[in-house]
Nanobody
């Protein structure tokens, strides 16, 4: 399985961006996918996760009500719609896939496959 993330960019505070993560290869082996982010000088943190079926979603508290994670079954993609962006949302966003643990998780160590990061910059 390979993951390809896209959609980052520069946006003003209050604006929106949509990130996409396309999965290719043996996607039937994926249990769940997630987005993490890492701001400069900080540790990577969980943002949101979704089961491969799309039935279960999780969000970190700071993005609840602003971000929406979704699955596009036809395209094997996971999208992260980010609205009302804040400067503290700035960072490199990574998508990740969990192929070994049934369920949907926020812990980074569960995810065994990572895509390249996409930079999101929110100006104040």
């Amino acid at each position: 399985v390979q993951l390809q993330a896209s959609g980052g960019g520069l946006v003003q505070a209050g604006g929106s961006l949509r990130l996409s993560c396309a999965a290719s290869g043996r996607t039937f082996s994926i249990y769940s996918m997630a987005w993490f982010r890492q701001a400069s000088g900080k540790e990577r943190e969980f943002v949101s996760a979704i089961s491969w079926s799309g039935d279960t979603t999780y969000y970190t508290n700071s993005v609840k009500g602003r971000f929406t994670i979704s699955r596009d079954n036809a395209k094997n993609t996971v999208n992260l719609q980010m609205n009302r962006l804040k400067p503290e949302d700035t960072g490199v966003y990574y998508c990740a896939a969990n192929r070994y643990y049934s369920g949907t998780y926020s812990r980074g160590s569960i995810y065994d496959l990572w895509g390249q990061g996409t930079l999101v910059t929110v100006s104040s």
